[in-house]
């Protein structure tokens, strides 16, 4: 019969502790093939007297593994989240305030599996996750126009490019020139109206603009051809201003109220052109 670390024999048994503490167990055979024991029941009680030894000294060892373990884990430095006192949530976890919810979600399951051993890092990871999620779904509630988004938009348009690419800024000196010349146009026009409109002073804004457009381009087809388009376009721009958009002006009064606020409209944008048209 075989016993595992039990030796034994027809007249006595002992049992013996395994050599080398709780190594692998050897099969060992002492007794003959041939014998036959007469009285099982001690047999069976050294089988489980030997195996409850066996398993107390596992029981042992296990617990002393764990607590080695357990040591070592405490005793080790767990990573701190470097972000972790950030007031933004989107710069604690590291996004940019127009990441989708897939970059959130994936923002915050890598941070958490990073930091898991350090509860305040998750700990604040969660709570900068929980207000993104709220601010998220506070604004598809409340949707807003986001204005410098929307002026960037319109910059950034072929139509805006086009025409932005035909002007630049010229020296101080052709700004100040410029501003005075039409500023005492605009004086002239509301001090002075007459029963026929501003007519002279429209015709000295269109000759300055000629004249300023010519000194900057030394050109005077293009002088004129310049000149002529912008003081239609002002006009018609001020006229549509004033019957759709802009209500009556109350320091402006008479008949010809509407051609004086007109005529300063067309000043204006006369002056844009003369001054920054390239």
Same mark, same amino acid.
């Given at each position: 019969?075989?016993?595992?670390?039990?030796?034994?024999?027809?007249?006595?048994?002992?049992?013996?502790?395994?050599?080398?503490?709780?190594?692998?167990?050897?099969?060992?055979?002492?007794?003959?093939?041939? /014998?036959?024991?007469? +009285?099982?029941?001690?047999?069976?009680?050294?089988?489980?007297?030997?195996?409850?030894?066996?398993?107390?000294?596992?029981?042992?060892?296990?617990?002393?593994?764990?607590?080695?373990?357990?040591?070592?884990?405490?005793?080790?430095?767990? +990573?701190?989240?470097?972000?972790?006192?950030?007031?933004?949530?989107?710069?604690?976890?590291?996004?940019?305030?127009?990441?989708?919810?897939?970059?959130?979600?994936?923002?915050?399951?890598?941070?958490?599996?990073?930091?898991?051993?350090?509860?305040?890092?998750?700990?604040?990871?969660?709570?900068?996750? +929980?207000?993104?999620?709220?601010?998220?779904?506070?604004?598809?509630?409340?949707?807003?126009? +986001?204005?410098?988004?929307?002026?960037?938009?319109?910059?950034?348009?072929?139509?805006?490019?086009?025409?932005?690419?035909?002007?630049?800024?010229?020296?101080?000196?052709?700004?100040?020139?410029?501003?005075?010349?039409?500023?005492?146009?605009?004086?002239?026009?509301?001090?002075?109206?007459?029963?026929?409109?501003?007519?002279?002073?429209?015709?000295?804004?269109?000759?300055?603009?000629?004249?300023?457009?010519?000194?900057?381009?030394?050109?005077?087809?293009?002088?004129?051809?310049?000149?002529?388009?912008?003081?239609?376009?002002? /006009?018609?721009?001020?006229?549509?201003?004033?019957?759709?958009?802009?209500?009556?002006?109350?320091?402006?009064?008479?008949?010809?109220?509407?051609?004086?606020?007109?005529?300063?409209?067309?000043?204006?944008?006369? /002056?844009?052109?003369?001054?920054?048209?390239?």
């Amino acid at each position: 019969m075989s016993v595992y670390g039990l030796t034994g024999c027809p007249s006595r048994c002992c049992l013996r502790t395994p050599v080398g503490g709780l190594g692998p167990l050897k099969r060992v055979s002492a007794l003959p093939s041939s /014998w036959k024991p007469k +009285d099982k029941i001690a047999v069976t009680c050294l089988e489980r007297y030997y195996w409850l030894g066996s398993a107390q000294g596992c029981n042992k060892q296990r617990t002393h593994m764990i607590k080695c373990t357990m040591g070592a884990s405490s005793n080790g430095s767990a +990573d701190i989240f470097p972000r972790i006192n950030v007031r933004d949530p989107f710069k604690r976890l590291g996004i940019s305030r127009e990441a989708s919810e897939d970059e959130i979600q994936a923002a915050r399951y890598f941070l958490i599996q990073k930091y898991a051993g350090h509860k305040p890092s998750v700990d604040a990871i969660e709570s900068a996750h +929980d207000k993104i999620i709220m601010q998220k779904f506070y604004e598809r509630k409340n949707p807003k126009i +986001d204005m410098k988004k929307k002026v960037r938009e319109v910059r950034q348009s072929r139509v805006v490019q086009a025409v932005m690419s035909r002007f630049q800024t010229p020296y101080t000196k052709i700004i100040i020139k410029t501003s005075i010349a039409f500023i005492v146009l605009g004086v002239l026009t509301v001090l002075f109206p007459t029963e026929e409109g501003p007519t002279l002073q429209v015709a000295l804004s269109l000759i300055a603009t000629i004249y300023f457009i010519h000194e900057r381009l030394k050109s005077k087809l293009r002088a004129f051809l310049y000149s002529a388009g912008a003081f239609i376009f002002s /006009w018609l721009l001020g006229t549509f201003l004033m019957v759709s958009v802009i209500p009556p002006i109350p320091l402006i009064k008479g008949l010809r109220s509407f051609e004086v606020t007109t005529s300063l409209i067309t000043y204006v944008l006369l /002056w844009v052109s003369s001054t920054y048209l390239k």
